[in-house]
Nanobody
Framework: QVQLVESGGGLVQPGGSLRLSCAAS????????MGWYRQAPGKQRELVAV???????IHAESVKGRFTISRDNAEKKVYLQMNSLKVEDTAVYYC????????WGQGTQVTVSS
């Protein structure tokens, strides 16, 4: 059974930092492209960042220079380091594992508010 479990969300003030983690099980993690998406209330789910099985990464323009995606194949985890957080980063953040099939985590809430 495939499971992606996110953690690390929470409430943070503008300008603060959070590190999200996604732990994978049930897949050959090193073969999968991994990503982070987010969905704010009333909005569509959007790409935040993806990292390929070979370690190449892409970040959305809205988070470039502030967020960094990384992966640890030995630990079967993907991370999202989020710095200089803004109110508009508030959303539920979802982990994605992709190969022939997409697998999603249950999401973790990130709230940026003073």
């Amino acid at each position: 059974q495939v499971q992606l479990v996110e953690s690390g969300g929470g409430l943070v003030q503008p300008g603060g930092s959070l590190r999200l983690s996604c732990a994978a099980s049930g897949i050959i993690f090193s073969n999968y492209h991994m990503g982070w998406y987010r969905q704010a209330p009333g909005k569509q789910r959007e790409l935040v960042a993806v990292i390929s099985a070979t370690g190449m990464s892409i970040h959305a323009e809205s988070v470039k220079g502030r967020f960094t995606i990384s992966r640890d194949n030995a630990e079967k985890k993907v991370y999202l380091q989020m710095n200089s957080l803004k109110v508009e980063d508030t959303a539920v953040y979802y982990c994605l594992g992709r190969r022939e099939t997409d697998y999603w985590g249950q999401g973790t809430q990130v709230t940026v508010s003073s």
